[in-house]
């Protein structure tokens, strides 16, 4: 709680002791906070202003609003849950049943989502936002054509709205239309280009299609944003890795682990570099680190499992990889789903299993060829092929 916060509270409480005839208009007071986003504040005075008028719609509104702002996420849906029942035919709930719906999908509430997504849409079916966040909610459930439908609709409805199109890259990404990807990409940078995250979901893809030049030029920009430069390195170590130069991979992620020490997947991308480099101990100890600070790491699983794998430790390098290929297991293509279960049938003798498995992620991402191919070559040297 804020100075001001407590002050107010202080003064609140003062002024219904005493009975003062002070009058403060709370809601316009927080309507005005909310306006500057001041949302601590803003949540004080709607709170103060709710005490004294519990039977209102709009102040709980207000309040939901505020709070999904600071990603207070359950506290938001609580409030524009209360509102909903006070004013069930408010003709503003659109909005309201889309910012639960919001609120409820970063909970990992999807039916809860979709049902208010779908209500948003019922009272008003030009909301495109409700039409985007529905197809996210759909794509996420499996549903890509419903979710592609949807994201065409948010567009053709807000054709300025980057998000919607960032949101259809992203479809269109995991249905492999690579090309398509970039492309609705490419149109939010162009009506978002503060959209850091664009910039690097841009990069992946051009990585995954071959063009590291291109993937390069979106980590230099990255890199030279205010709040860019640590996720920025890591991306660039990715491409100088693709590149086949391991020693400036390496130095990239040393510098985004020196500009914020506290991300795991730098350590990963580390460790995954040090593993590619014949230094086991030092892939597993970046591996170890990474999981100590976000144990769902899955990459770090992939990255300890091989380190393991190269110093001998079969039965544990099974066991990480077979953790994080279930968990990649929707993204077959995926190197943490695809490259592990091509060591996995590559410990147990699965020679043809393991070459399908490294050539669908090939496939899948142009980048792992050059650190694929080698173990596709050694497990057709063990079925008496030569290798290619």
Not at 144 to 166: C, H, R, T, V
Not at 290 to 314: F, P
Request: proline fraction near 3%.
């Amino acid at each position: 709680m804020t100075k001001k916060s407590t002050l107010l509270l202080i003064f609140a409480i003062f002024q219904a002791m005493c009975g003062h005839a002070i009058s403060i208009n709370y809601l316009a007071q927080g309507t005005d906070l909310i306006a500057r986003k001041d949302w601590d504040d803003a949540i004080m005075s709607l709170s103060i202003y709710i005490a004294q008028h519990p039977g209102e719609a709009r102040p709980y509104i207000l309040r939901g609003d505020a709070e999904y702002e600071l990603k207070k996420w359950d506290p938001a849906i609580a409030d524009l849950t209360q509102a909903i029942k006070l004013q069930p035919t408010n003709g503003s709930n659109g909005a309201v049943y889309y910012c639960r719906g919001f609120a409820k999908s970063m909970i990992h509430d999807g039916n809860g989502a979709l049902a208010d997504f779908n209500k948003s849409i019922e009272l008003n079916p030009y909301y495109a936002p409700a039409y985007r966040q529905r197809g996210w909610v759909e794509q996420s459930k499996g549903k890509p054509s419903l979710a592609m439908a949807d994201l065409n609709k948010a567009i053709n409805l807000a054709p300025f709205d980057g998000e919607s199109y960032l949101y259809r890259g992203y479809v269109k990404a995991y249905q492999n239309d690579l090309s398509g990807a970039i492309a609705d990409i490419t149109k939010d940078i162009e009506l978002n280009s503060a959209d850091i995250g664009a910039y690097v979901a841009r990069s992946n893809l051009r990585r995954r299609t071959g063009d590291i030049d291109g993937a390069i030029s979106d980590s230099t920009e990255i890199i030279g944003r205010t709040h860019g430069p640590a996720i920025g390195y890591d991306d660039l170590g990715c491409s100088e890795e693709a590149k086949g130069d391991l020693a400036a991979a390496l130095a990239d992620f040393n510098k985004s682990i020196a500009i914020y020490p506290k991300a795991a997947y730098s350590y990963s991308y580390r460790g995954w570099c040090e593993f590619l480099q014949g230094n086991f101990d030092a892939a597993t100890n970046d591996s170890a680190r990474a999981l100590q600070l976000d144990s769902t790491n899955m990459v770090a699983y992939t990255v300890r499992g091989w380190a393991l794998y190269g110093k001998g430790d079969v039965s544990d390098a099974l066991r990480d990889c077979k953790k994080a290929a279930g968990f990649y297991k929707n993204d077959s293509g995926d190197w943490n789903c695809a490259g592990n279960e091509g060591l996995i049938y590559f410990i147990h003798s699965k020679y043809k299993k393991a070459i399908a498995s490294w050539e669908r992620a090939i496939q899948f991402d142009a980048s792992v060829k050059r650190q694929t191919q080698p173990w596709i070559d050694r497990a057709r040297a063990k079925l008496g092929s030569s290798p290619s």
